[in-house]
């Protein structure tokens, strides 16, 4: 971890493979973070993940796998790209902690001060869907309400 890094976690009660494939798999994923994917993340595969409410793309490049231990991708969009880390640490049955760091952003204080806020408090929002979802098969559109149009 450097020093200016993003980071949350989140205790998920599930095992741990339903946790780590959720993250991997678009079709899991849709139902707490983005709208649609390109595909599954794999190692050295570019995605492309879409927030269709927000008109948002972000191309990702998945840089490592190990399954239901670690995801790294490279993210962003031009001189913008910062790498995000997931790690999954299996607690007991059916409990998983979830932990991503969020790194490598530039500027000036204040605008490292600002993108660390940000991906601090989306990552949340993405555990949060994924702990509702996942637990109680409620989808709760974090993501898409939290900048509604007014």
């Known amino acids: 971890m450097t020093e200016?890094?993003?980071k949350t976690g989140m205790l998920i009660r599930k095992s741990i493979d339903k946790v780590f494939n959720s993250f991997i798999d678009p079709e899991l994923t849709k139902n707490f973070w983005f709208i649609k994917s390109?595909?599954?993340l794999e190692v050295g595969r570019e995605t492309v993940w879409s927030w269709e409410v927000y008109n948002h793309t972000v191309s990702v490049l998945t840089k490592e796998i190990i399954?239901?231990?670690k995801i790294v991708i490279e993210w962003g969009n031009y001189?913008?790209?910062t790498t995000v880390e997931w790690t999954f640490e299996d607690l007991e049955t059916?409990?998983?902690f979830v932990t991503i760091e969020n790194f490598g952003f530039v500027g000036d204080t204040q605008q490292i001060i600002r993108?660390?806020?940000d991906s601090t408090e989306?990552?949340?929002l993405v555990l949060a869907g994924l702990k509702a979802f996942l637990e109680h098969n409620i989808i709760l559109n974090l993501v898409a309400d939290?900048?509604?149009k007014k």
């Open 4 to 6: 200016n890094t993003a």
């Open 38 to 40: 390109s595909g599954k």
């Open 67 to 69: 399954p239901n231990k």
């Open 79 to 81: 001189s913008e790209k």
């Open 94 to 96: 059916d409990k998983t």
């Open 115 to 117: 993108q660390i806020r």
């Open 122 to 124: 989306g990552f949340s």
């Open 146 to 148: 939290r900048f509604p």
